[in-house]
């Protein structure tokens, strides 16, 4: 496996670390929560997207996105509508069905099951997250019109295009947010991160530039978060344009940067991050529901408090998401091997 590939699993690795920490509320002990949230919120979902577009190609197999993007969504859609919603009030519901009253209303849950899936719109999607399985799809499908049916290639013309229209959408778009079906602004989003990162991968700009370079980059990137203040990319809410765009591109380059340092010094994190970034995906659909119902727990069966400003949690319910993902692997290696014998 080449270093290039290597680094990518590490920057995936704390993306997806960076996603749990934004869904937990949990930051250990940084007592400026908000700060730390914006800070983020600001680039952690377009870390993904120009990751995913380092290996796009002319071709684009559709298949291969459907079964990779949308069975995952639509599986994890069914959990959290049919499965999680009941689940997580089982701790209080067994405790005193009189204290704690709870009906299972499955035409309301199928109703948006079914809203879910058909409009998949950031205010019908349930469960964390999910948006972006839908949004990542969709960036997919983009490619393949523009790049396997139109023949387009990935130039700095073809970018700052994707780039103004962005913009004029953005800068324009007065539907609500409600009939954002299947995410489509955000995937044209997605697609202009796709394009970035299959250009940056291609030329290889990582070698070019120092490491005093990246931290001129960064504190400049700080001062930007802090006036741009809290985005969210899933409700396409990004307050400036041009600044979101500016710490994105950043703050992808100055962790595709550090890797380096993390690939050279440090072995053990090493290990966990390439871990985590190849099983980011697992982790992704896992981590939501854990955070949601080991908290509910805690709280509503022994009265512990706190639960998301305790560092302790944190690490409890990590290492729960990681164990979880991590005996899915064994098992789903082990019915393979049974498969071939």
Same mark, same amino acid.
């Given at each position: ?17 960076? *996603? ?38 002319? $071709?684009?197999?559709? $298949? $291969? ?15 959290? !509508? ?51 399985? *839908? ?6 499908? %983009? ?34 947010? $409600? ?5 489509? +602004?955000?995937?044209? #989003? ?23 370079? !990246? ?22 809410? %990004? ?21 380096? %340092? ?10 966990? #991050? ?6 980011? #995906? ?5 981590? +939501?529901?854990?955070?949601?119902? !080991? ?8 009265? !512990? ?5 305790? +560092? ?27 498969? #071939?014998?």
């Amino acid at each position: 496996m080449s270093k290039k590939v290597l680094n990518v699993d590490l920057v995936k690795g704390i993306g997806i670390i960076l *996603v749990m920490i934004g869904h937990s509320g949990m930051f250990l002990f940084i007592k400026d929560k908000v700060l730390l949230n914006t800070l983020i919120y600001s680039f952690h979902m377009p870390l993904f997207f120009i990751v995913a577009g380092f290996f796009m190609k002319d $071709k684009v197999s559709l $298949k $291969k996105s459907v079964k990779r993007l949308l069975i995952p969504f639509l599986i994890v859609s069914i959990f959290w !509508v049919f499965i999680a919603s009941f689940l997580v009030q089982l701790p209080t519901y067994f405790r005193s069905q009189e204290l704690y009253p709870y009906s299972y209303d499955f035409m309301l849950q199928l109703k948006k099951f079914l809203k879910a899936i058909f409009f998949a719109t950031r205010v019908d999607i349930i469960g964390t997250g999910l948006w972006f399985l *839908v949004a990542l799809f969709m960036g997919r499908i %983009l490619w393949y019109v523009f790049h396997d049916v139109l023949k387009l290639k990935v130039t700095l013309l073809h970018i700052f295009v994707v780039f103004v229209a962005n913009y004029l959408l953005y800068r324009y778009l007065t539907l609500d947010e $409600k009939y954002f079906y299947w995410m489509w +602004p955000q995937a044209i #989003l997605t697609y202009f991160f796709m394009l970035i990162g299959n250009y940056y991968y291609k030329k290889n700009f990582v070698e070019k530039t120092g490491y005093l370079d !990246v931290i001129i980059i960064g504190v400049l990137s700080v001062f930007l978060i802090i006036s741009n203040g809290r985005v969210d990319m899933s409700s396409f809410k %990004l307050n400036n344009y041009f600044t979101y765009i500016f710490v994105s591109l950043s703050a992808f380059f100055i962790i595709y940067k550090f890797s380096f %340092l993390i690939d050279n010094h440090l072995k053990l994190f090493k290990k966990l #991050l390439l871990w985590c970034g190849k099983e980011s #995906l697992n982790i992704f659909l896992v981590h +939501p529901f854990l955070l949601a119902i !080991v908290p509910y727990i805690l709280m509503a069966n022994f009265n !512990v408090k706190d639960v998301y400003s305790r +560092p302790e949690y944190l690490v409890f319910i990590y290492g729960m998401v990681f164990l979880t993902v991590y005996l899915y692997e064994k098992l789903k290696g082990y019915l393979s091997q049974r498969k #071939l014998q």
